[in-house]
């Protein structure tokens, strides 16, 4: 029969430069499962354990992963798996005479247990000392994928970056050449009409409704670089002027739900560009017949949802185009979630959600 007996508490002398020491090993790498094999290599170090194993909780369930163990053949292996399991269970340290089992805790819940195998004539050991080193762990853990993540960002933004700028340069392509082609096409056909005029003046009119299609067509590529819409009657106003355009130019049904509060131009700018892309997508890849659009305040929270019944695709095999993430940065810049629902055969939904207290004017 075991006897488990608790942790002492602290000593009047401080453990700080070993304390110290555990931090630094900890800190010296970015990869999560190094900072646990760090830490108890640095822990066996500061109490003069005789070996020691990290052990890693699998997402699936109870069980134990070792992620660092007792090198050769470790008499007290098994008894500390047990108290490991025993610590996670409970969620605090577990002692049993030389071994201890110390947990990790992370966002409620145990991610990983420290289990030490002390000297047998070794003092009790240093509770505070112990704890201040799982609590470094749990910052260590959050530190490291912190900056995993912000790497990753880093990475995408670059990517996006690169994007983008390839973007720019083919939509400023697209301009000039519409301008040249068809703009500049039909002023050179009403050049002709207005010669054509000078000896016969009946063909005036001509002239006239050739300058006009002109017009139309400058005006809608001013349309499509930056509506007037937007700045003259807000968004609600200019998405639905958007809808019917592009209804009128797909033949793609469309309805909708806008009843927008009054937003920042920001705010206005990047909603409008959100929805516009994703109507832009629908047209280009979705054969649907159908589109809804609904911008409207939903609790705390402005929702844009643009939902199609197109063929739909797999999210993930489009994850990382040009025109999801330019719609996923124009939400976070909001400090809004966005998302995409879809499968084959069932359409397609793209939702953002974004603080209102953050957009109002």
């Not at 108890?40 to 070792?66: F, R």
């Not at 703009?183 to 050739?210: H, Y």
């Amino acid at each position: 029969m075991t006897t488990e007996t608790a942790l002492s508490d602290c000593p009047a002398e401080s453990s700080l430069a070993s304390l110290s020491r555990v931090a630094a090993a900890m800190a010296a790498t970015l990869e999560p499962n190094e900072v646990l094999a760090r830490g108890v290599e640095s822990l066996i170090e500061a109490t003069g354990a005789v070996c020691g194993e990290a052990y890693l909780l699998t997402e699936s369930g109870p069980e134990l992963q070792v992620l660092h163990g007792c090198e050769g053949a470790c008499p007290f292996k098994q008894q500390l798996a047990e108290m490991a399991t025993r610590a996670a269970e409970r969620g605090e340290p577990v002692r049993r005479r030389n071994l201890i089992a110390l947990p990790i805790t992370r966002k409620g819940r145990v991610h990983a247990v420290y289990g030490l195998s002390l000297p047998a004539d070794a003092p009790a050991p240093d509770g505070c000392f112990l704890n201040a080193v799982c609590h470094l762990t749990t910052l260590a853990l959050d530190h490291a994928e912190l900056m995993q993540e912000l790497e990753r960002r880093e990475a995408q933004r670059v990517r996006l970056l690169r994007k983008w700028l390839g973007a720019q340069e083919e939509e400023r392509r697209r301009v000039g050449q519409a301008l040249h082609d068809e703009v500049g096409g039909v002023l050179t056909g009403a050049l002709l009409a207005l010669r054509l005029a000078e000896k016969d003046p009946q063909r005036l009119e001509d002239v006239r409704t050739v300058l006009g299609r002109a017009l139309d067509e400058v005006r809608r590529l001013s349309r499509e670089l930056r509506p007037a819409a937007l700045d003259d009657l807000g968004l609600g106003r200019a998405l639905e002027r958007h809808l019917r355009e592009f209804e009128r130019h797909t033949g793609i049904k469309t309805t909708a739900a806008i009843n927008p509060p009054r937003l920042n131009q920001p705010a206005q700018a990047a909603l409008f560009r959100i929805a516009q892309e994703a109507l832009t997508n629908v047209a280009r890849h979705s054969g649907a017949g159908k589109v809804a659009v609904r911008l409207e305040p939903d609790g705390e929270k402005l929702v844009l949802e643009i939902s199609d019944d197109g063929h739909g695709f797999t999210p993930a095999s489009g994850g990382d185009s040009l025109g999801l993430a330019g719609m996923r940065e124009r939400a976070e810049q909001l400090d809004g979630e966005f998302s995409i629902t879809s499968s084959p055969g069932a359409g397609c939904t793209v939702r953002v959600e974004v603080p209102l207290a953050r957009v109002v004017d």
